[in-house]
């Protein structure tokens, strides 16, 4: 499923360009285009989910798939040894911007905690 308006629906057909690191049939990670950390990845799914209200039983492979390429990831770039975050806005309040979900990969520096 696609949404003709969605600007992530639009990198995953490759329509748009991104600096892609990792696809396959059903999620694709790419640099995030106003990087917050030397690392700063995002992972998707192909099919359009609108926020993690959205996961159910019929999508949430998607999500399992996403958590179990994060670390191969995040290996790769050498972050794994010293960490890194996962971060998944939802909703207003949760500061979402971009109505597909999407996980952020941030690391190769000391992120601060609480967020603000
Ligand atoms: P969020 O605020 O959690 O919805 O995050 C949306 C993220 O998407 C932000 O970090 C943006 O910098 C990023 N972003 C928006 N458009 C693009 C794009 N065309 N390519 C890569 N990242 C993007
Ligand atoms: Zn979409």
Redesign the pocket.
Known sequence: MTNENC?FCK?AKGE?P?KIEYQDEDIIA?????P?APL?L?VIPKTHIASANEINSENSRFLSKIFETIPKLTKSFGVNEKGYRV?N?CGDHG????HHI?F?VLGGRHLAWPPG
């Open positions: 600007i990198i748009i991104a790419f640099h995030d285009i106003t917050q700063h995002l971060v806005n500061g979402q911007t971009v999407h952020h």
